[in-house]
């Protein structure tokens, strides 16, 4: 049975109705998501990202207020949601004379990942931390000792390339002699101890992953992506790299020529290439997009056209920049003075329509 129609002062009202409830009757877009900056107490030794959350290391200094070293992880999507998840043993990493302190941060999922790095003039110490990412309590997964001369040749075992995504961390393990050699190298998964994944000088050292995949940048700049478990799947060879970055159907290469190369992940063939600017470092890449850093500034653009979509200038030298679906992450600082991260929502990187 057909129903009567409504009164035309019913769709009058309805319509004003829409109009009030946020415009998008009247064609206006919506609101853009704020910027959000979080200031720290000293300079950011690492950051990593993955999802909503960011991970940072405060470096510890003598000469400052922030005399321990702290891994914290900040909850972008959250309102002030920081908390601190290292302890005691990482307050202690900027202590020695020759280290890197935090050297390398990972985050996956719930689980956030660090290796601090300590050493003397004749060693040197590499140590794997876990902690979840809701509480402080970080747990000692492996370490690495090496002896020798720190300005050149040292004898031991290595740990480094931490990288994580997802559900997923990994690392390389690897040993050396007394010329320097590599005696011995593995991509290692991080659990609740080490498993191994694949081996060989082939598999040093892992740059990033999605969580699928794992790109490794090689000594003689090939990129060998292998799967989560350890299979080669492919290798990529550009003609020179500095640094790789993976997503999905997307492997991007920075060149020494200052140039991005973008290939794809799961065949391996170049797509197209595009220019970067000087001093270009911290490449990511996510949802079609590509971020870096060069100096102070700050730069997004489009996968497939190499065309600027964001840009900023941070005042002073970007130390580290993290790209996904949820948005850009970006920390700047000058010396051991107080830091800064910047997080842009994605929304703000597209162009509005």
Excluded at 112 to 124: K, L, P
């Amino acid at each position: 049975m057909r129903q009567p129609s409504p009164p035309r002062t019913a769709f009058a009202l309805g319509f004003a109705v829409l109009l009030l409830a946020g415009g998008s009757a009247a064609g206006r877009p919506a609101p853009l998501p704020k910027i959000k900056t979080l200031g720290t107490p000293g300079r950011i030794e690492a950051l990593a990202m993955d999802g909503s959350r960011v991970a940072y290391d405060v470096a510890g200094s003598y000469g400052s207020k922030t005399r321990c070293n702290a891994v914290y992880v900040w909850n972008v999507a959250r309102k002030n949601s920081v908390t601190r998840v290292s302890g005691r043993p990482t307050c202690a990493a900027d202590n020695t004379s020759t280290g890197a302190g935090v050297r390398e941060l990972a985050l996956a999922g719930g689980r956030a990942a660090w290796i601090v790095n300590q050493g003397g003039n004749s060693e040197s110490s590499d140590s794997l931390y876990v902690s979840d990412v809701s509480h402080r309590g970080e747990r000692l997964i492996a370490s690495a000792f090496r002896s020798g001369d720190v300005s050149g040749i040292l004898t031991g075992n290595w740990l480094g390339g931490l990288v994580g995504a997802g559900t997923f961390l990994a690392l390389d393990h690897w040993a050396t002699d007394s010329s320097g050699n590599v005696t011995s190298a593995k991509l290692r998964r991080i659990r609740t101890r080490l498993a191994d994944l694949a081996e060989g000088p082939g598999t040093m050292t892992a740059r990033s992953t999605d969580g699928r995949q794992v790109a490794v940048l090689r000594s003689d700049e090939t990129v060998g992506l292998y799967s989560t478990h350890g299979t080669l799947l492919r290798t990529v060879r550009p003609n020179s790299a500095v640094e790789v970055a993976l997503r999905g159907d997307f492997l991007l290469v920075l060149t020494k020529s200052g140039t991005v190369d973008v290939f794809n992940s799961h065949s391996g063939r170049k797509l197209r290439t595009w220019r970067v600017a000087a001093g270009a470092a911290g490449l990511d890449v996510a949802a079609g997009l590509a971020a870096y850093a060069a100096g102070s500034h700050v730069h997004v653009v489009r996968l497939a056209t190499g065309k600027s979509v964001f840009g900023t200038n941070a005042r002073a030298p970007v130390s580290a920049v993290q790209l996904e679906p949820a948005g850009l992450a970006y920390a700047f600082g000058r010396g051991d003075r107080p830091a800064k991260i910047v997080f842009v929502p994605l929304r703000r990187l597209l162009p509005r329509r």
